[in-house]
């Protein structure tokens, strides 16, 4: 073989590499992926604090009704001894995030990731306890990102 051919070979090789690894590497995807994945920890334990903090304070119910709680700077608004979805004054106010827009409907609070193809369906979404006792929905969507 010479190597007017090797080279050849190698160029074409390469340019194929080139052609077929954003098939097979969605580098952006997997990453934004990740960023949501670790958004749904940093919930369940801004979450869980919330409620120790809550457990801690005679004028805080765990079970029923709601309180404010104060963290910082600020306070958290409380709903059945976990921070409240739903309010820009509840699980927003609980966690430090950047990245995100949160989205307040209901008592569901929807954490998009900024810059997904589809930044509703590369969330988190947080939604309140809904009965006495219960504990808070926290899941992630990663099909658009």
Do not use: W
């Amino acid at each position: 073989m010479s190597l007017l051919e090797m080279v050849c070979t190698v160029s074409i090789m390469g340019g194929l590499s080139a052609t077929a690894l954003p098939h097979f590497a969605d580098l952006p995807g997997d990453a934004r992926k990740s960023v949501v994945m670790n958004m749904q920890g940093a919930l369940t334990s801004a979450s869980t604090l919330m409620h120790m903090k809550c457990a801690t304070q005679s004028d805080c119910s765990l079970h029923s009704g709601g309180a404010l709680v104060a963290i910082s700077d600020t306070s958290v608004a409380m709903t059945r001894g976990y921070p409240q979805g739903g309010d820009p004054a509840g699980i927003q106010n609980a966690v430090q995030f950047s990245g995100f827009v949160p989205v307040h409907v209901g008592e569901k609070t929807v954490f998009q990731k900024e810059g997904a193809p589809d930044a509703t369906a590369c969330s988190v979404s947080y939604v309140s306890p809904q009965v006495d006792g219960g504990l808070p929905l926290i899941t992630a969507e990663v099909s658009g990102c």
